[in-house]
């Protein structure tokens, strides 16, 4: 199995993150899993993140 890659996109709101990631999806034959930030902090817990 090889290893695999981390492609991480930061930008503001409505910069176009999702859009590059559609496109990556679209004309990639590879298999991309997204995690948005947002969402992973919700994984994570309250008790963990930190206001600072």
């Known amino acids: ?3 695999g890659n ?3 996109l930061n930008g503001v ?5 999702t ?3 559609d496109a990556i999806q679209l ?3 590879e ?6 930030n947002d969402l992973f902090e919700n994984t994570i817990g309250d008790h963990y993140l930190r206001e600072d």
């Open 19 to 21: 859009s590059i990631v």
């Open 31 to 36: 298999f991309y899993y997204v995690v948005a």
């Open 13 to 17: 709101t409505s910069s176009g993150k």
């Open 1 to 3: 199995m090889s290893k």
């Open 27 to 29: 004309k990639s034959d």
């Open 6 to 8: 981390i492609v991480f």
